[in-house]
DNA sequence: GAATGTGAATTTATTCACAGCA
DNA sequence: TGCTGTGAATAAATTCACATTC
């Protein structure tokens, strides 16, 4: 990978790289060897010239005339992505969300380390979910503040996550995953993604046709 | 609502329509009668005209020189979305995921019906989530077809998902929330989307600096 | 006067189409 | 010959700017 300025890199190419990256490593672990973007493409239904456009923003990965060589494509998606490295996670709030999370086996596949939890309830701290001890939320900052936190995982109540959020942020985590349904505010430096189940649903009522009985 | 062709709504306006949504409820619950779509725009970090475009494909809501009514909008972003109505769901996999989605309260507070879940193995059959009562896999099928599901969201295994949406279209089903970290197979009048945690903190990592120690 | 609704202008993203290279 | 990599063309989405209406 060539060094890139990440602002450069349309928004919407970053999750289609977390897309290929799935797809190739489903590949290579089929040992296929060597894929074109023609088929690549048609296997997650897009547009070749997409996937090769994707590619370029990063350098030029593949052989002309001949195709990708798939383990190569899986090491240079993951170095895009920063995956290889690992992550520490945190989750705030071990209700039922939180802690399914916790133990999603999905997260450490990829590098991310679940380091601690944090909840206000005496009846969970001290309790374990996959490899995270439930802490209390009051020794959030200072855990923070100690340990290197990438990414904090939001699972309190909707009425808590914006404080929540701000309190993550003043301690210097950088990057937020709000699972809470509301819009939370960060200082410019602080990167928030929202997850959001009932938003999903309403994609769909939208178009489903409600002509239906 | 004026008739509106749901092919001329572009993609990226629906989910932006669920988000005002949420805020327009917040700000309704909170008392606020009138806004206008600058200050609308400002709460939620986009712009004023973009708000007033969303809504110009379903009709005119609001009043020039005066704003928006807030009761109104609620009402007509409500049904644009379909939510004037209930919708019947299902979830398939009654694992920690399919468990903790059951007992989300988000879900039914936005008209949507837990109807049943579904999974193979015989130490959940017959337990109870929320309003969901876990049955057989193998009654999946006779279930869509006697009652009305209207979304299934997909929590199994990664290497069942497919076949299990395989199945739920075969059986009627019309739309389908995929958890499972895998592009799934449906025919052309199922609408799939695909809900995938890890992939969310992939493009969190990407923006990252990864000279972080 | 104030804020909507919307064509026009701009920006961003996708797709085409072909030069360049194995 | 076959497939990448990429400018150019097209399409889609966003934002501007203003005529229109209350």
Same mark, same amino acid.
Request: hydrophobic share 45%.
């Given at each position: #990978?060539?060094?890139?300025?990440?602002?450069?890199?349309?928004?919407?190419?970053?999750?289609?790289?977390?897309?290929?990256?799935?797809? $190739?490593?489903?590949?290579?672990?089929?040992?296929?060897?060597?894929?074109?973007?023609?088929? $690549?493409? *048609?296997?997650?239904?897009?547009?070749?010239?997409?996937?090769?456009?994707?590619?370029?923003?990063?350098?030029?990965?593949?052989?002309?005339?001949?195709?990708?060589?798939?383990?190569? $494509?899986?090491?240079?998606?993951?170095?895009?992505?920063?995956?290889? %490295?690992?992550?520490? &996670?945190?989750?705030?709030?071990?209700?039922?969300?939180?802690?399914?999370?916790?133990?999603?086996?999905?997260?450490? *596949?990829?590098?991310?380390?679940?380091? !601690? #939890?944090?909840?206000?309830?005496? !009846?969970?701290?001290?309790?374990?979910?996959?490899?995270?001890?439930?802490?209390?939320?009051?020794?959030? *900052?200072?855990?923070?503040?100690?340990?290197?936190?990438?990414? !904090?995982?939001?699972?309190?109540?909707?009425?808590?996550?914006?404080?929540?959020?701000?309190?993550?942020?003043?301690?210097?985590?950088?990057?937020? $995953?709000?699972?809470?349904?509301?819009? &939370?505010?960060?200082?410019?430096?602080?990167?928030?993604?929202?997850?959001?189940?009932?938003? *999903?649903? #309403?994609?769909?009522?939208?178009?489903?046709? %409600?002509?239906?009985?």
């Amino acid at each position: #990978m060539r060094n890139v300025d990440k602002r450069d890199v349309p928004a919407v190419t970053v999750p289609r790289l977390a897309l290929y990256l799935r797809k $190739l490593r489903e590949l290579r672990a089929r040992g296929v060897e060597r894929i074109s973007s023609k088929d $690549l493409a *048609e296997t997650i239904d897009l547009n070749a010239a997409q996937i090769r456009k994707d590619f370029s923003y990063f350098g030029e990965f593949g052989t002309r005339g001949v195709g990708y060589e798939v383990a190569r $494509l899986v090491d240079e998606i993951s170095h895009c992505l920063g995956l290889d %490295r690992s992550w520490n &996670v945190i989750i705030v709030g071990a209700g039922l969300l939180g802690t399914a999370l916790a133990r999603y086996r999905g997260f450490s *596949e990829q590098g991310f380390r679940l380091v !601690a #939890m944090f909840d206000s309830s005496a !009846a969970v701290i001290g309790a374990s979910y996959g490899t995270g001890r439930v802490r209390s939320i009051g020794d959030l *900052e200072d855990f923070c503040r100690k340990e290197q936190v990438d990414i !904090a995982l939001v699972t309190v109540p909707a009425a808590e996550a914006d404080g929540t959020v701000g309190r993550l942020a003043a301690a210097g985590v950088k990057a937020v $995953l709000n699972f809470a349904p509301v819009k &939370v505010h960060a200082p410019e430096d602080v990167l928030v993604r929202q997850v959001d189940l009932s938003s *999903e649903l #309403m994609s769909l009522t939208f178009y489903l046709d %409600r002509e239906q009985a």
